[in-house]
């Protein structure tokens, strides 16, 4: 859906269980201050289409 934003679009979504939301938000809360690789490895698996780019990659190495 269109916002007054040109570039900026609303989806509408079935509502999230707030339990899985919860595991989710800990999920990445628990790597804050981790190494990249682990914040990278835990985006992956609360984001089911998270690519990291090439750079994030990178960085783990650098």
């Known amino acids: 859906m269109p916002t007054p934003h040109p570039k ?11 339990e899985r939301l919860r ?15 682990e914040v990278i490895a835990a985006l992956e698996e609360v984001v089911p289409r998270y690519q990291p780019t090439r750079l994030a990659a990178l960085s783990e190495v650098g």
């Not at 900026?8 to 707030?18: E, K, L, Y």
């Not at 595991?23 to 690789?37: M, Q, S, T, Y």
């Open 8 to 18: 900026i679009f609303t989806a509408r979504q079935p509502p999230c269980c707030r």
């Open 23 to 37: 595991d989710r938000l800990d999920r990445l809360a628990g790597v804050i201050e981790k190494p990249a690789d």
